[in-house]
């Protein structure tokens, strides 16, 4: 069967987007796997299903790129945002549900500005501090980005004996540059390989930052693919409500897939 897809990226962070409203798509960890291949396939980090939801304007359904239902992503989520405002379904403010829970976003212009979920408490070592934002993020600082040795690294600590047990991390690498101001690379459990942006990891990486140095929101995050700003309310020891995502995410590309 030939089954349109779509293609878009957030601060490169890639997804092939399927409308299955109708509830057609054949979903196997094989198949998903197959499309996001990036010799094999159509190549992405993630494969997103669009379904109808009652009492929402849309259902974000998140593949990484291995095929296993993934936590949530909040670059995804900024796509999804944006093919849900292409396909006419929400004219500037939408709510849809994902797999943690409820999520508001605006669409202005190229930004889409994407609620995230609270984070009820931030583990705070010396090393590296770890939260879900959705997902679950390690977050540690180097002094120098481009020295980071984040496949390596990343991957030990995602399948350590620490974290790997427990399903294991994605893992953030840090390095301020200013006040307000990061860089951030992320290795990323699902795709296991660094990415070139990761959403739910961008905003951990500014809850830590805050955490460390007390600076107020928002902060601009940079990733290889582009430019971020995480925005937060703190609402005790280790809590943020209010958390806002907010970048570009863009239509590169349409096609039918063969499965
Ligand atoms: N790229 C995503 C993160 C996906 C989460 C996934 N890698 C996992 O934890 O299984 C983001 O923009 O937030």
Redesign the pocket.
């Known amino acids: 069967m030939n089954i349109p897809f779509y293609k878009y990226q957030?601060t490169g962070?890639d997804f092939v987007m399927v409308d299955d409203r109708n509830l057609q798509f054949p979903v196997s960890k094989e198949l998903i796997a197959s499309i996001c291949h990036r010799r094999f396939g159509v190549g992405a980090?993630?494969l997103i299903l669009l379904q109808n939801a009652e009492g929402y304007d849309f259902r974000m359904v998140?593949f990484?790129a291995d095929g296993?239902e993934?936590?949530?992503?909040?670059?995804?989520?900024?796509c999804v945002v944006r093919f849900a405002n292409d396909l006419g379904l929400f004219d500037g403010n939408t709510k849809f549900i994902a797999v943690d829970g409820e999520h508001e976003a605006t669409v202005t212009g190229e930004v889409i500005r994407l609620k995230m979920s609270n984070v009820n408490g931030v583990e705070q070592y010396e090393e590296y501090d770890f939260m879900n934002?959705?997902?679950?993020?390690y977050v540690t600082y180097v002094d120098d980005i481009h020295e980071a040795d984040v496949v390596n690294i990343g991957s030990e600590i995602r399948y350590g004996s620490v974290y790997g047990p427990k399903g294991?991390?994605?893992v953030n690498f840090v390095e301020v540059i200013e006040d307000n101001h990061l860089s951030v690379r992320?290795y990323?459990?699902?795709?296991e390989d660094e990415?070139f942006?990761?959403?739910?990891?961008?905003?951990a990486c500014a809850l830590s930052a805050h955490l460390r140095k007390g600076w107020p929101s928002p902060v601009t995050v940079e990733t290889i693919g582009g430019t971020l700003a995480v925005e937060y309310q703190e609402t005790g020891e280790g809590q943020f409500k209010d958390i806002y995502?907010i970048g570009p995410a863009v239509r590169v590309f349409e096609g039918s897939l063969n499965v």
């Open positions: 957030g962070n980090d993630g998140y990484n296993g993934g936590s949530m992503c909040g670059n995804g989520g900024r934002t959705g997902s679950p993020h294991g991390t994605n992320t990323e459990r699902g795709v990415t942006s990761c959403g739910t990891g961008v905003t995502l």
